[in-house]
């Protein structure tokens, strides 16, 4: 089991930039995949990035070039930088994480949440 906690998240103008930070219970280096979904209002929660092991990265299409997700195994944490957001950006964030799985289409392992808001 591991338990994730999401920090970084705010209110921004659009153009701007923020960062998040996923902090994980245990050494990220025992966790396959870990990354970063989304949830705006009224929207089923979609998938922003995710990085394995290998540090392998994956990008939505909406996000690419705009986003970066990276780990840092001495901290225990997946970081999410996100710039040039756009008003359309804003939703809940949610850290998530498989274990045994090196891909994020089913997470095993879910934060709170940290609300990102994107003003025009």
């Known amino acids: 089991q591991v338990q994730l906690v999401e920090s970084g998240g705010g209110q921004v103008q659009a153009g701007g930039s923020l960062r998040l930070s996923c902090a994980a219970s245990k050494s990220i280096r025992s966790i396959n995949a870990m990354g970063w979904f989304r949830q705006g209002p009224g929207e089923q929660r979609e998938f922003v990035a995710s990085i394995n092991s290998r540090n392998v990265t994956i990008y939505a299409n909406s996000v690419k070039g705009r986003f970066t997700i990276s780990r840092d195994n001495t901290k225990n944490t997946v970081d999410l930088q996100m710039n040039s957001l756009y008003p359309e950006d804003t939703a809940v964030y949610y850290c998530?994480?498989?274990?045994?799985?090196?891909?994020?289409?089913?997470?095993?392992?879910w934060g709170q949440g940290t609300q990102v808001t994107v003003s025009s």
């Open positions: 998530a994480a498989n274990l045994y799985v090196a891909s994020l289409i089913s997470p095993g392992h």
